[in-house]
């Protein structure tokens, strides 16, 4: 990033031009995605641009392709897309919904595969996954297949409280989509690049999607920076086209940034170096084990969740009625895990936990004594 300062700090890429890093870089995410088939990277300031870049490059695929009717949006209820408007109302959480109200017109959520709790009255994951597909089938056929653009979700849903979809989920919602002509959008931007334990999300569920949002761990937040990526049927789409609907107007000043785009190359090289989806795997094993034992031992967690090192504990008052537990006692859960050392995030009534991707066997039994004590501080409120 030093060096790329010195170099070309900045350039437009915003009118047909581009810089090296940002050309070195398409090639690498090139590889780096090969399974999935992305091949054209659309480059962004983060998260929320690289959602909204593949929303509206969704709706404009079926405008070339002469079905502009498909303007509409499906996700997943608890999903979180960033804070943008279109990310926003595909979000499936009402607090980033409704100080906001009317969000984009044309979007629906449907219920997401979640065991603890869900309106289907089981906790069997493989059925739950199934009854999704029913409401996603459903809902495409209230709507008109005709009418939607796209599907949108994350791999793992992350900040809605870490909900892993049994493994059947994502490549029947990839089926589920190609039936329909609707294009499947991956939010990958916590699930890129090791998070889960495996290399990408939809590796680990082995899906290729038409789009794929990422961001955070491509710099390992050094510099703001994401990529939304597109498959080959996509970009054949916009690439044949010869009657200018194909011209992408859409684009951000710091679109492909040299300096971003160097710190990517930069931390992709140190990611693939060190494997980290292994040690991710490896250490996201110990810490789902130490969670379970947590769970034995505190009344106060309702359940433990996660895969790689993405993962939750959801406090409640009550296990039966399975109430959320009260403010304070959540706030005391984190001041204790804070003083014997460990920061935990708090969403909601669940405590999330996305320790880094090198962490060790040390660090993680670390977190579970501090986790620990602050679930015996919990109880105590
Ligand atoms: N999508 C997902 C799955 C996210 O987890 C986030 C952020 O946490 C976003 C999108 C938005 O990213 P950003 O905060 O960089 O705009």
Known sequence: MTEQLAELPYYSAFRGTTNDKAVELSYELNQWFKPEGMVRSFFTSGGSDSVETCLRLARQYHKVRGEGERTKFISLKKGYHGTHFGGASVNGNANFRRNYEPMLAGCFQIAAPWTYRNPFGTDNAEEIANRCIAMLEDEIAFQGADTIAAMIMEPVLGAGGVIVPHKSFMPMVREVCDKHGI????????????????????????????????????????????????????????????????????GYTYSAHPVGC????????????????????????????????????????????????????????????????????????????YEAGVTIRVSGNNIILSPPLVITADDVTRMIGALDKGLSAAAGV
């Open 183 to 250: 294009l499947l959008i991956a939010d990958e931007v916590i699930t890129a690049f090791g998070r889960t334990g495996d290399v990408h999300g939809s590796r680990l569920w082995g899906v290729a999607p038409d789009m794929m949002c990422t961001a955070k761990a491509i710099t390992n937040s050094y510099f703001p920076f994401g990529a939304a990526m597109m498959g080959e049927k996509v970009v054949d789409a916009f690439e044949s086209n010869k009657d200018g609907l194909g011209n992408i107007g859409h």
């Open 262 to 337: 160097a710190a990517a190359l930069a931390t992709l090289a140190e990611i693939k170096k060190a494997k980290v989806w292994e040690n991710a795997k490896a250490r996201g094993i110990e810490l789902q084990n130490g969670l379970a034992q947590l769970k034995e031992k505190h009344q106060i967690v309702g359940d433990t969740r996660g895969i790689g090192l993405m993962a939750a504990i959801e406090l409640v008052d009550d296990r039966p009625t399975k109430t959320p537990a009260s403010k304070p006692a959540i706030a005391a859960a984190f001041d204790a895990a």
